[in-house]
């Protein structure tokens, strides 16, 4: 069993900042690569930035610059870190990770946390 729990969300002003984090807790062999998604009302989940095994990070244009991803592989901790925020960036924030656990590999969420940005 594998548990991912994520910290950090709230209510911030635009221009502001936030650290999401995300905790990995289980039967853990290894860590692979791990993402950061978020979903606002009415849209659809998409990737705001991923991290490999090996530190090559991607993101979407809307973040460049803005927010950075991060892993502790001694913690099983994956980190967001968002700074001059956006009303726009208003959304649930969900961690997302492929982990080998003793048995296979699989793909594991966490529960959400809401990042609310106001103008």
């Known amino acids: 069993q594998v548990q991912l729990v994520e910290s950090g969300g709230g209510l911030v002003q635009a221009g502001g900042s936030l650290r999401l984090s995300c905790a990995a807790s289980?039967?853990?062999?290894?860590?692979?690569?791990m993402d950061w998604y978020r979903q606002a009302p009415g849209k659809q989940r998409e990737l705001v930035e991923g991290i490999t095994n090996t530190g090559t990070t991607n993101y979407q244009d809307s973040v460049k610059g803005r927010f950075t991803i991060s892993r502790d592989n001694a913690k099983n901790t994956i980190y967001l870190q968002m700074n001059s925020l956006k009303p726009e960036d208003t959304a649930v924030y969900y961690c997302h990770m492929w982990i080998t656990t003793m048995a296979s590999m699989g793909h594991y969420w966490g529960q959400g946390t809401q990042v609310t940005v106001s103008s």
């Open positions: 289980g039967n853990i062999r290894r860590l692979n690569a």
